[in-house]
């Protein structure tokens, strides 16, 4: 299975400030994702991290609030901008690999004040 | 209507006793994957078994097996000789066909008691 990356690992930021999130892979991967786990609850997909282009965001998640890029295909970052206390989450990246299965990074743990 | 359906918020076992932890899921695709997923409390998501629709015996992988029953659409994982390190968020996801997307449940807590 792929090996997988974030940085940092956990954060604790101001409001109104912006913070971004790094994810490595140790192989070429086609499909990476982006995901978000609030408080006890279990885990949401902000978007697809598509390489060269746009990412495809989900419903309820803008491009202006969670700007994504992905300029190869073994990196990719996840922006979480504007922050509020709302935005607290454990943020996750993940990818396809062997087809099949998503296999995740070890998450970045955010606290907004 | 829920792709993913866990009923039990909660679970504890006795350590070295066997568990099962439920998993209902909703599709008319004929071509779907069904995941588990175990997070300790550090955060990270640990892929546990896989199981296809298309597969005829159900996943083993050491001590986690997947009680698939396609008919009643139940996908239930069991964990034989529980140990403490098994404490954790267990999460049932399942992807639909060729569609890239992963539908999660909203997980069951496992609680291994000594």
């Known amino acids: 299975s792929a090996v997988i990356s974030q940085k940092p690992s956990r954060d604790i930021c101001q409001r109104g400030t912006s913070l971004t999130i790094q994810c490595q892979v140790d192989s070429q991967v086609t499909m990476m994702f982006w995901y978000r786990q609030q408080p006890g609850q279990s885990l949401t997909l902000i978007a697809t991290?598509?390489?060269?282009?746009?990412?495809?965001?989900e419903s309820g998640f803008v491009i202006d609030k969670f700007p994504i890029s992905r300029p190869n295909l073994t990196f990719s970052t996840l922006t979480v901008s504007n922050m509020s206390p709302e935005d607290s989450s454990i943020y996750l990246c993940?990818?396809?690999?062997?087809?099949?299965?998503?296999?995740f990074g070890p998450g970045t743990r955010l606290l907004v004040l | 209507a829920q792709k993913i359906t866990q009923t039990q918020p909660g679970m504890f076992v006795q350590e070295k006793e066997a568990v099962t932890l439920d998993c209902t899921y909703d599709?008319?695709?004929?071509?779907?994957?069904l995941f588990w997923y175990k997070q300790p409390s550090s955060g990270e998501m640990i892929f546990l078994i896989y199981?296809?629709?298309?597969?005829?015996q159900n996943a083993t992988e050491g001590r986690y097996s997947l009680n698939f029953q396609k008919a009643r659409k139940s996908a239930n994982l069991v964990i034989s000789a529980s140990q403490l390190g098994d404490s954790a968020m267990y999460f049932c996801a399942m992807r639909e066909g060729r569609i890239n997307k992963f539908y999660f449940g909203s997980g069951t807590k496992l609680n291994v008691k000594p």
């Open positions: 993940s990818v396809l690999s062997r087809g099949e299965t998503q296999y």
């Open positions: 599709t008319s695709d004929p071509s779907y994957g």
């Open positions: 199981q296809g629709s298309y597969d005829q």
């Open positions: 991290a598509n390489q060269g282009s746009e990412a495809t965001y």
